[in-house]
């Protein structure tokens, strides 16, 4: 069965710092691989998400993602970090096969923490 | 587009009480997918439907739970006898056809059982 891992429960960081967010995911084949972000009160949204091709993949409000299939790694990063980027960030890998097809699998979670 | 909307936002219920908790997906969108986040964890799938049909359901789904999608747009999960442990919250989210379109999510319905 798939499964995803991330690392680090909760991550603090200084605004204007780099920020990586660690993903280690299994899965028997390729893997779809989303990052979504989830604010207090607010509904899950869509980072970004990688299918196939160029490995690094760009997405909104300034985050990049880089997959190894190597090491079974797809981390978050941005360069610079916001006082507003503080949320709970998910990544998640969908299954593409059979009955399952579409469904999400998700990490539990890491926690950032953005201080001024 | 209004994005996917989940209604009741909160619900307090006592043990053993039936609740319904309601689904609008955005309109174009096909595939609806129900999810329970508990605390300090990420989503966990529960079931999903393409249209009208309930194509997958999980393991965590007890007999107590059920879920339908009606001529295929909005959606509810009705649990019934609710238990403590089924305090979470219940996320929904929408999808175009293809598994991995992105999926919108609704803001979830936060349970409470007493």
């Known amino acids: 069965a798939q499964s995803v891992t991330q690392p680090d429960i909760h991550i603090t960081v200084s605004e204007g710092a780099s920020l990586e967010l660690r993903c280690n995911y299994s899965?028997?084949?390729?893997?779809?691989l989303f990052w979504y972000v989830q604010s207090p009160g607010q509904g899950l949204q869509l980072l970004l998400k990688?299918?196939?091709?160029?490995?690094l993949v760009q997405g909104i409000k300034g985050f990049e993602a880089e997959f190894k299939r190597s090491q079974s790694s797809f981390n978050l990063r941005k360069p610079s970090v916001h006082w507003s980027d503080a949320a709970e960030y998910f990544c998640a890998v969908a299954d593409a096969g059979g009955t399952s097809y579409g469904k999400l699998t998700f990490g539990q979670g890491t926690i950032l923490t953005v201080h001024p | 587009d209004t994005g996917v909307s989940q209604d009741p936002r909160h619900k307090i219920t006592k043990r053993g009480q039936n609740v319904t908790f309601r689904c609008d997906p955005i309109s174009e969108h096909n595939r609806l997918y129900w999810y329970r986040q508990t605390l300090g964890q990420g989503p966990e799938f529960l079931t999903y439907f393409q249209n009208e049909a309930q194509l997958e359901k999980s393991r965590l789904l007890s007999d107590r739970f059920s879920a339908e999608r009606p001529k295929g747009s909005f959606s509810t999960l009705e649990i019934q006898r609710t238990e403590q442990g089924d305090s979470a919250m219940y996320l929904c989210?929408?999808?175009?056809?293809?598994?991995?379109?992105?999926?919108?999510f609704g803001p979830g319905t936060r349970l409470t059982v007493t």
């Open positions: 990688y299918f196939s091709g160029d490995t």
């Open positions: 989210a929408s999808s175009w056809t293809s598994g991995w379109d992105e999926q919108y």
């Open positions: 899965y028997g084949a390729t893997p779809y």
